[in-house]
């Protein structure tokens, strides 16, 4: 029995969800104001599409901007040359000069409807200053549209309070971009049951933005409506609400409703939703399109999605491209990229440049990266290095770093100080770890201790702690549980565990196709006994060619049976020389029959003192009956050297 520390360098899950980002976009009778942000799940993605999010002020509505810019059609198979850009953009830029002159006269001369209109035309400009005296004119006048439009101006300025009661006023009035607003500073305040009043007045009234702050809002306090309100926003094109939504589907197993909603937001290119559409498919084996979606949401700034991908080309055989994704990803910030780059280099002997990488992933958050550290430097021999990484792995939480550190330190005699580090990783789920602290109970002989242990880690698919079970089980006579037992450690790449499995299939007597199989999976493990097992069935069908193979097998590892088995084979095929060869190892290496042979050929060849070399290695060596053989041989060597 022997400790194990599953050790694989770069591994770890591939992506994962990570944190919200809001898209914002508003519609009003004029404008569309620009508003508290949303709550997120923590980072913040920064936005570069002009128009979008709570960076914009204000936004002229369609039906305002559409008389003057006309449809949106397909576009132009002819490109405008530059002479026509730069006169569109005068004529557009006289047209709203000319605009904006005729609000300002009629709102001189004391229309509110005009200094609504030219408050809104500033404060798109950015003037806020000459804004505000036209939008408190609109205001008073009790136009909505002026007052959410004075409410930004003041929210901007850092006025929340003042900015609150215009949109109060203009959300009594009707204006859902106000009542919106207005929802999302009472929340923000912590008045979470105002804050939902007017968010659900806001999506009522069919606002998005609304609908999907609502959302959040119920999420956040588990409520099971929210789910209706991502749906709203969701068909009104939002598309943070639409993965949200998929989120939801997801968690409650309802994949595919999650993977059309996925679609949805990965069409309007959400990084995140492409990336966890790029998850589905591959677990369902859609590689293809996997790959496609991840893409997208790479090219989107998703460097999880750019990890994924390396991978699948990584799975693919394309080391060249998976590189090349990886690295795109590691400098983007993902650890988990930076760890697969720093194996990739391991792997090919590139120990500096592994180690950079590695470093990398480290300083991106990734613990990983240091235990990763850790397994380099152990490969190296730098061992006093190895465990200072696992020991910061480990106090990090890394349960696989627990488990390594821990063998170090039983490796070097210090059992007390290594069993809190085997608790420490069992308990947070090292399957390695709990195979290890059985192994530490046996030692001292605490079997009951040790069985809970690797019952444990049998239960995660550990075939070593299984074989452990199955033993105990058949050396107590409880066969039918030894063999449920061995299943389970062949099942989980135990070699040792198929044969022994093979072995009792064997004894048993009433299934020998399937002892034939255990024992053909261990025997291509490397189970030299098993091979040696193959050898034998082989050679009682009559396929020499194939018991031959095996029994090189094993003979070449050093099988002494196998070696032996060889000799007799190539004997009955008339090759006496190397048949003499495979005995002389099989008889070096302790075994007693092959020792008897060699000295039986020899008395063949008139060579009586080689025989009686042999002889008394075969006496040696045993088995018992090999040693009466032997010793009544070198009687009759006796009795004729003597004569």
Known sequence: MKLIGRNDPGSGGKAGAGAADTEAWAQSEETAAALPAQRTSGLTVSRTDAGYGPDSLVRVSARQFAPAAGSYGP????????????????????EQAALESRHRQAADQGDPNAASQLGALLL???????????LRTGAAAGLRAAANNLGVLLHTRGHRAEAAQWWRQAAVAGSAPAAHALGLQLRD??????????????????????AYALGDLMEHRRDVRAERWFKVAADAGHREAAYRLARMREAAGDKDTAETW?????????????????????????LDDAARWYRQAAQNGEPRAACALGFLHR?????????????????AGDGNAANALGALHAGRGEAADAERWYRAALEAGDQNGAFNLGLLCASAGREAQAEQWYRRAAYAGHREACNALAVVLLQRGDESGAEPWFSKAAEAGSVDGAFNLGVLHAGRGELQQAHEWYARAAAEGHGEAALQLAVALEQRGQLTGALERYRQA?????????????????????????AEHWYAVAADAGHRRAQVRMGVRAAERGALEIAESWYRRA???????????????????????????????????????????????ALRRGEPVQAENWCRRAADAGPAEVTERASRLLGALHAELSA
Do not use: C, I, K
């Open 75 to 94: 576009q132009s198979a002819v490109e405008p040359t530059p002479e026509q850009d730069s006169f569109e953009t005068a004529l557009a830029a006289r």
């Open 124 to 134: 798109r400009r950015g003037d806020l200053a000459d804004a505000e005296p036209y």
């Open 189 to 210: 305040q912590g008045e979470e049951e105002a804050a939902e009043y007017w968010l659900h007045f806001a999506a009522e009234h069919g606002h998005p933005l609304g």
């Open 262 to 286: 996925y679609r949805t937001a990965a069409a309007r290119s959400h990084a995140r939703a492409g990336l966890r559409l790029g998850v589905l498919l591959e677990d369902r084996g859609d």
């Open 315 to 331: 799975d693919a055989g394309d080391l060249t491209a998976a590189a090349e994704w990886w690295q795109e990803a590691a400098e």
């Open 490 to 514: 062949a099942a989980g790449a135990s070699a040792e565990g198929a044969f022994r499995l093979a072995s009792l299939l064997d004894r048993r007597g009433d299934a020998d196709d399937e």
């Open 555 to 601: 003979a070449e590892a050093g099988s002494r049976s196998a070696a032996f088995n060889l000799g007799l084979l190539l004997a009955r095929q008339d090759e006496e020389a190397e048949a003499m060869v495979w005995y002389t190892r099989a008889a070096d290496a302790g075994h007693g029959r092959a020792a008897l042979r060699l000295a039986l050929l």
